[in-house]
Nanobody
């Protein structure tokens, strides 16, 4: 599976962005899709995950109520709608695919990774 993330950019605090992650290759397999982020000098951290069916989602506490994950299985694309952005949301955002199908929140549970897209929120 190849993953291509896009949609990052520079936005003011309180603004919004929508990230996309397009999957290609072995897309007939069922897999959960997650978003992670990594700020400079920090570990990569979990943001959100959506099940292979799209029926289940979970969020990290620090984005809950502001971010929404969704997927369009026909387009093999996952989205992350980010509202009410804060400067502390600034990071490179990565999408990832997990064949484990248990809504993982740890980096090691994911089998494929996209290249990342930069999100910068100015105060």
């Amino acid at each position: 599976v190849q993953l291509q993330a896009s949609g990052g950019g520079l936005v003011q605090a309180g603004g919004f962005l929508r990230l996309s992650c397009a999957a290609s290759g072995r897309t007939r397999s069922n897999y959960d899709m997650g978003w992670f982020r990594q700020a400079p000098g920090k570990e990569r951290e979990y943001v959100s995950v959506i099940s292979w069916s799209g029926r289940s989602t979970t969020y990290a506490d620090y984005v809950k109520g502001r971010f929404t994950i969704s997927r369009d299985t026909a387009k093999n694309t996952v989205y992350l709608q980010m509202n009410s952005l804060k400067p502390e949301d600034t990071a490179v955002y990565y999408c990832a695919a997990s064949l484990g199908l248990h809504m993982g929140t740890k980096k090691g549970e994911y089998d494929y990774w996209g290249q990342g897209t930069q999100v910068t929120v100015s105060s």
